[in-house]
């Protein structure tokens, strides 16, 4: 029987730890199977043939039918896996947390257990008229994050 389970299990038996990683597996009640992979140094057409030319291989031996999406994360797609955070290092996000706020900044640092992320915010001086801008660091742990996108600029 095809499931999430099984999929994942070959998924993960294909790429065995290496640079490429499962992000996300859906399968639907009328077995349409959809993979999505990442890598600490991005995911190439190759790598994603690959990976379906073996599930392919392995499900057709079950003889039932199936159709199978693989592909890349996406750069659109939310942020799944803590891994993910290394590669990014250096580009804009919009990341919500579980209390309901919006944090948008340059992801300059992270480890395994929190990120740093830089922005600007304009200020009242703290002598006189007008505004200035002030550089912040917004520090965030990993359990705060309900959903983290990257900003893409066009």
Same mark, same amino acid.
Not at 2 to 15: A, G, R, S
Not at 115 to 121: G, K, S, T, V, W
Not at 130 to 151: A, D, M, P, Y
């Given at each position: 029987m095809?499931?999430?389970?099984?999929?994942?299990?070959?998924? %993960?038996?294909?790429?065995n730890d290496g640079l490429i990683y499962l992000t996300s597996v859906k399968v639907s009640a009328d077995n349409q199977i959809q993979i999505f992979v990442d890598g600490d140094e991005g995911v190439t057409i190759a790598d994603c043939v690959s990976l379906s030319r073996f599930i392919e291989? !392995?499900?057709? %031996?079950?003889?039932?039918?199936?159709?199978?999406?693989?592909?890349?994360?996406?750069? !659109?797609? #939310?942020?799944?896996? #803590? $891994?993910?955070?290394? $590669?990014?290092?250096?580009?804009?996000?919009?990341?919500?947390?579980?209390?309901? !706020?919006?944090v948008n900044g340059l992801l300059t640092e992270f480890n395994n257990e929190q990120?740093?992320?830089?922005?600007?915010?304009r200020e009242n001086k703290p002598l006189g008229k007008?505004?200035?801008?002030?550089?912040?660091?917004?520090?965030?742990?990993?359990? %705060?994050?309900? %959903?983290?996108?990257?900003?893409l600029k066009f």
């Open positions: 095809i499931n999430k389970t099984y999929i994942t299990q070959l998924v %993960e038996q294909h790429l291989k !392995t499900l057709n %031996e079950t003889n039932e039918d199936f159709s199978l999406d693989v592909s890349s994360h996406g750069a !659109t797609a #939310p942020i799944e896996l #803590p $891994r993910q955070y290394k $590669r990014h290092i250096g580009r804009e996000f919009e990341i919500k947390l579980n209390n309901g !706020t919006k990120l740093i992320l830089n922005y600007q915010e007008g505004k200035i801008t002030v550089n912040k660091q917004h520090k965030i742990n990993l359990n %705060e994050i309900k %959903e983290s996108k990257i900003k």
